[in-house]
């Protein structure tokens, strides 16, 4: 096995240390703070995603297993890590569900089109997707407390606001003792990060919906149209490739 195959075998390995971090007591009986244990294992497994794939190009060691195993430990690792910050009621339900719908719609469609002969190819839809994600998952878990639990915000657990954070009384607190004179305090940054986690989701929720139609688009485009009768005399036998694919 090469060192490509060796990192993103190590990424898979890595999700059930992550989910038992961020949803039991592990960190607190090693003398951690859950935050920076979680976050430091979940950086470690997002980084072996930029390394794996550049090591392999460099190396001209990309592989079938590779191709196939990367994008699996890919939505395992963020799939993993949103259900547990749904645990840990630092990200609603109802957006981690869509995400995560998304990514098992575009693992179906993309199997479909390969089974068609039809590759679809990169887009940079996709990997801003990807960085927005690990972006938005790292700041959730840095806004856990020490211990564990929620941020110091009065309305956690309920609705946090899409377009009015500062009527959140914390946030406001918070923004004052940074931009002022005054202390800026953990429980500030952890309420600071925890906002800008939870902006931040708002981003990923868009950015699937939109490169999820833009995958069905290509989808239908190359696969459903082949298929058309009057679309087979000008198909060619090759395989067709299709600009855009999804990480």
Do not use: C
């Not at 459903?224 to 999804?246: F, G, L």
Request: net charge positive.
């Amino acid at each position: 096995m090469n060192l490509p195959n060796a990192l993103t075998l190590s990424r898979i390995f890595i999700v059930p240390l992550l989910v038992v971090v961020l949803l039991t007591p592990l960190s607190e009986n090693l003398g951690v703070p859950r935050y920076i244990l979680g976050v430091a294992i979940f950086a470690a497994a997002a980084l072996t995603d930029y390394f794996d794939g550049k090591i392999a190009r460099r190396r001209s060691q990309v592989s079938k297993l590779g191709k196939l195993l990367d994008p699996i430990a890919d939505k395992l690792l963020i799939s993993a890590a949103l259900i547990a910050l749904v645990e840990n009621h630092l990200a609603p339900a109802w957006a981690v569900v869509i995400i995560v719908g998304r990514e098992f719609a575009v693992t179906g469609l993309r199997s479909i089109a390969a089974t068609e002969g039809v590759v679809i190819s990169a887009s940079r839809m996709g990997k801003f997707k990807m960085v927005a994600q690990v972006v938005t998952v790292g700041l959730l878990i840095l806004s856990l407390s020490p211990t564990g639990g929620s941020p110091h915000v009065s309305n956690f657990g309920r609705p946090f606001p899409a377009i009015q954070f500062w009527t959140v009384p914390e946030l406001r607190t918070a923004w004052v003792h940074l931009i002022g004179p005054e202390h800026t305090t953990w429980s500030d940054w952890q309420v600071l990060l925890y906002t800008a986690g939870r902006a931040m989701l708002w981003v990923v929720v868009i950015s699937a919906i939109f490169s999820m139609y833009g995958y069905f688009r290509a989808f239908f485009t190359g696969v459903v149209r082949r298929e058309n009768p009057s679309a087979k005399a000008v198909t060619a036998s090759a395989p067709a490739a299709v600009q855009y694919r999804e990480r």
